[in-house]
């Protein structure tokens, strides 16, 4: 996690929703007047984003409130479960509330639908991966989410890897020249992946020295034969249109990598609440 993108990002967050000053809080209460509050699983699920509590209250600037964590980012949680407390000055807890609960919800829900991915795969010769669809801006929190749910990241942008996709390849002119352009500008270092469709494609881009082959949406049955076609120096990768109900189909299909962007395209928040404990300590 980069520490300063983000602080950088939670600042920017908070600026969006305090602007000059929260009104209601802040016409309300002193800033000296002390309070307790409790973060609530409204829903079971997987929950992920408890580090960023203390962090953006740090980041408003109040580095006094107690933060007691009682779960860790990739615990299973149970409704009504209390999953951390926070005390201190009530202009700060209420003004970072939603700050911090619109993450955590979004964080929760990633984390939880990719432990449902991995889970309803239950192939453990096959990770799960996720892709770059993710929402602008949250793609380092996003990514961090999937790992807490048990899976894993693909590449982080476009800059930490190189992927050859159909567009890619019809402007170069086919497989091989694609390959060998990339090939002889990267590093070693640097993995070339390539994406097929056809038998025809997968034994050119192996002829072509591509390091990862990717079978895009292919059914379990046609990925069975096409894996036979792949040496086991190359990574496999499967990827297109799977979800929480059809990865299971895909166990036992021979990958070493199933690649979807449901886990963070398609996220419902984990529903959590921030309730008071108590009054307020004027």
């Keep these: 996690m980069n520490e300063?993108?983000?602080?950088?990002?939670?600042?920017?967050?908070?600026?969006?929703?305090?602007?000059?000053?929260?009104?209601?809080?802040?016409?309300?209460?002193?800033r000296d007047t002390v309070g307790k509050g409790g973060f609530v699983?409204?829903?079971?699920?997987?929950?992920?984003?408890?580090?960023?509590?203390?962090?953006?209250?740090?980041?408003?600037?109040?580095?006094?409130?107690?933060?007691?964590?009682?779960?860790?980012?990739?615990?299973?949680?149970?409704?009504?479960?209390?999953?951390?407390?926070?005390?201190?000055?009530?202009?700060?807890?209420?003004?970072?509330?939603?700050?911090?609960?619109?993450?955590?919800?979004?964080?929760?829900?990633?984390?939880t639908i990719s432990r449902t991915l991995v889970d309803n795969l239950n192939d453990p010769g096959i990770k799960v991966v996720d892709t770059r669809k993710t929402l602008p801006g949250l793609r380092m929190l996003d990514k961090y989410a999937v790992t807490?749910?048990?899976?894993?990241?693909?590449?982080?942008?476009?800059?930490?890897?190189?992927?050859?996709?159909?567009?890619?390849?019809?402007?170069?002119?086919?497989?091989?020249?694609?390959?060998?352009?990339?090939?002889?500008?990267?590093?070693?270092?640097?993995?070339?992946?390539?994406?097929?469709?056809?038998?025809?494609?997968v034994k050119e881009a192996v002829t072509a020295g591509a390091d990862i082959i990717m079978f895009d949406n292919r059914t379990p049955e046609e990925i069975k034969e096409l894996v036979k076609l792949v040496p086991s120096n190359i990574i496999t990768e499967v990827s297109g249109g799977i979800t929480p109900d059809t990865i299971s189909s895909f166990k036992g299909c021979g990958v070493n990598i199933i690649s979807t962007g449901y886990m963070t395209h398609t996220v419902t928040p984990m529903d959590i609440s921030f309730n008071t404990i108590g009054g307020a300590k004027l």
């Design 41 to 111: 699983a409204k829903t079971d699920g997987v929950v992920c984003g408890l580090f960023l509590i203390k962090t953006v209250y740090e980041v408003y600037g109040d580095y006094g409130v107690k933060v007691k964590l009682k779960a860790k980012d990739g615990d299973r949680v149970k409704k009504g479960d209390v999953i951390a407390e926070s005390e201190g000055s009530v202009i700060t807890l209420l003004s970072c509330e939603r700050i911090i609960l619109n993450l955590m919800q979004r964080l929760s829900g990633i984390a």
């Design 148 to 201: 807490c749910g048990g899976a894993f990241n693909h590449r982080m942008g476009l800059y930490d890897g190189v992927m050859l996709k159909d567009n890619h390849i019809a402007f170069a002119g086919g497989i091989t020249k694609a390959v060998k352009k990339a090939k002889d500008a990267l590093g070693h270092t640097v993995k070339v992946e390539v994406e097929t469709e056809t038998a025809e494609q």
């Design 4 to 30: 300063i993108l983000l602080r950088e990002q939670i600042k920017n967050f908070l600026n969006e929703d305090i602007g000059t000053g929260d009104l209601s809080a802040n016409l309300i209460f002193d």
